[in-house]
């Protein structure tokens, strides 16, 4: 094994770096076997496998990801609502203080980040790789905000389901070796979400019953390799679901195939079902779509009970806030994580926890030319006792 040698003195040069960022016993042991011919390469490639895919949709982190800081940021609206006491920040001024709407929204995420780095007692420059991505074109709140951190940085489009695809992504890069430390977040605003995608403010639209009001919010979860905290266990990526549903005032019908498609797949790659989860969280389904989504579950024989809530659900009292079918945009989910999910879990209400969040693949220009509206989903599961 002539990568022996190279092995051994790649170790020697890099030692002080080694023992700063923490060389595992395990992972020292096998380096050590490896050099003195105890192991074989096929072996130690064997013993040193990252992950492991379970079916097709779904991989299980073997080194799991803590969750060392997370924060939330909400909007004056959503700071009125149910959980307006758990959110870090709640901004009384729709502008944050900004010229704009899109600023406004740029301003949050930044704040959103800041927040979790001080919280994960992490300064931004020590991050390996920011995920984040929002609702607008070219995904520029994410950009801006972003933008005099000096950090690597992966713009991702997920639409409401960019929580769940920030986390999966970055759990698996810490999985594969590739960072040690990377912040996933996401936001949206519904003041900049209705210009691009409906109507100006001004012009004073009626809502159709089965609309959902975009969440001015944002959440912001930083992960690490090592570490105390809630671990991300499992990854579900989602696949596009097209159930011809074309009405852009009834997204939660369009997403619920989506929601359904990839909790059934995560059931099937992993033997669980409900009953192996304190809490199933979709997000921003709405009304709607969550009953569209439970119908369909059990049509398949599954048991949701108490355990199947939606984010959409949650962040807003449907009955006084006047907000149709519930909440959505990307700041729903990722709100609602890390304002009550990710401390329920710490304080021991749950401990293993199901989070799908839901997207609508749609754009103005795709809805203006009569396409339907594609979903996906994408699930983690959190779990609390993981070492």
Same mark, same amino acid.
């Given at each position: 094994?002539?990568?022996?040698p190279?092995?051994?003195?790649?170790?020697?040069?890099?030692?002080?770096?080694?023992?700063?960022e923490?060389?595992?016993?395990?992972t020292?042991l096998?380096?050590?076997?490896? &050099?003195?011919?105890?192991?074989?390469?096929?072996?130690?490639s064997?013993v040193?496998?990252?992950?492991?895919?379970l079916?097709?949709q !779904?991989?299980?982190?073997?080194?799991?990801?803590?969750?060392?800081?997370?924060?939330a940021?909400?909007?004056?609206?959503?700071?009125?609502?149910?959980?307006?006491?758990c959110?870090?920040?709640v901004?009384e001024?729709?502008?944050?203080?900004?010229?704009?709407?899109e #600023?406004a929204?740029?301003?949050?995420?930044r704040?959103?980040?800041?927040?979790?780095?001080?919280?994960?007692?992490?300064?931004p420059?020590?991050?390996?790789?920011?995920f984040?991505?929002?609702?607008?074109?070219?995904c520029?709140?994410?950009? *801006?905000a972003?933008?005099?951190?000096? +950090?690597?940085?992966?713009?991702?489009y997920?639409?409401?389901?960019?929580?769940?695809?920030?986390?999966?992504l970055?759990?698996?890069?810490?999985?594969?070796?590739?960072?040690?430390?990377?912040?996933?977040? !996401?936001?949206?605003? *519904?003041?900049?979400?209705?210009?691009q995608?409906? &109507?100006?403010?001004?012009?004073?639209?009626?809502?159709?019953?089965?609309?959902?009001?975009t969440?001015?919010?944002?959440?912001?979860? +930083?992960?690490?390799s090592?570490? #105390?905290g809630?671990?991300?266990?499992? %990854?579900?990526?989602? %696949?596009?679901?097209d159930a /011809?549903?074309?009405d852009?005032?009834?997204?939660g019908?369009?997403?619920?195939p989506a929601?359904?498609?990839?909790?059934?797949?995560?059931?099937?790659?992993?033997?669980?079902? *409900?009953?192996?989860?304190?809490?199933v969280?979709?997000?921003d389904?709405?009304?709607?779509?969550h009953?569209?989504?439970?119908?369909?579950?059990?049509?398949?024989?599954?048991?949701t009970?108490?355990?199947y809530?939606?984010?959409?659900?949650?962040?807003?009292? +449907?009955?006084?806030?006047? +907000?149709?079918?519930? /909440?959505?945009?990307c700041?729903?989910?990722?709100?609602v994580?890390?304002?009550?999910?990710?401390?329920?879990?710490?304080?021991?209400?749950? #401990?293993? %926890?199901? *989070?799908?969040?839901?997207?609508?693949?749609m754009?103005?220009?795709?809805?203006?030319?009569?396409?339907?509206?594609?979903?996906?989903?994408?699930a983690? %599961?959190?779990?609390s006792?993981v070492?």
């Amino acid at each position: 094994m002539a990568f022996r040698p190279y092995l051994f003195c790649c170790l020697q040069k890099n030692r002080g770096t080694a023992i700063k960022e923490g060389l595992s016993g395990k992972t020292a042991l096998l380096i050590f076997l490896l &050099f003195r011919g105890k192991l074989t390469a096929q072996k130690t490639s064997e013993v040193f496998k990252m992950g492991k895919r379970l079916g097709r949709q !779904t991989v299980l982190l073997s080194m799991p990801p803590v969750i060392r800081g997370y924060a939330a940021v909400a909007g004056k609206k959503e700071g009125e609502g149910p959980l307006g006491e758990c959110f870090d920040y709640v901004s009384e001024d729709s502008y944050f203080g900004e010229q704009s709407w899109e #600023k406004a929204e740029s301003h949050m995420l930044r704040q959103c980040f800041s927040l979790a780095c001080d919280k994960a007692k992490l300064p931004p420059s020590e991050l390996d790789y920011i995920f984040s991505g929002d609702l607008l074109n070219q995904c520029i709140s994410s950009a *801006f905000a972003m933008r005099d951190t000096a +950090v690597p940085y992966f713009g991702t489009y997920g639409a409401c389901s960019t929580m769940a695809e920030t986390l999966s992504l970055g759990a698996m890069l810490i999985e594969g070796g590739f960072a040690s430390r990377v912040c996933a977040l !996401t936001g949206s605003h *519904f003041c900049s979400a209705e210009r691009q995608y409906r &109507f100006p403010l001004e012009y004073g639209g009626l809502r159709a019953p089965t609309a959902q009001w975009t969440v001015t919010g944002s959440g912001a979860v +930083v992960l690490g390799s090592k570490g #105390k905290g809630p671990r991300i266990t499992h %990854v579900t990526t989602g %696949v596009i679901c097209d159930a /011809g549903i074309d009405d852009v005032a009834n997204m939660g019908a369009a997403m619920a195939p989506a929601a359904h498609a990839t909790l059934t797949a995560h059931f099937a790659d992993t033997g669980r079902s *409900f009953e192996d989860y304190d809490a199933v969280f979709t997000g921003d389904l709405g009304a709607i779509g969550h009953d569209i989504l439970q119908s369909l579950l059990h049509k398949d024989g599954y048991d949701t009970g108490v355990k199947y809530m939606d984010c959409g659900m949650l962040i807003y009292d +449907v009955k006084t806030q006047g +907000v149709n079918s519930g /909440g959505s945009g990307c700041g729903c989910s990722a709100s609602v994580l890390c304002a009550h999910i990710l401390p329920a879990i710490e304080k021991g209400i749950w #401990k293993r %926890v199901l *989070f799908a969040a839901t997207g609508a693949l749609m754009s103005p220009t795709s809805a203006q030319q009569g396409e339907s509206i594609p979903g996906i989903c994408h699930a983690v %599961v959190i779990e609390s006792g993981v070492e």
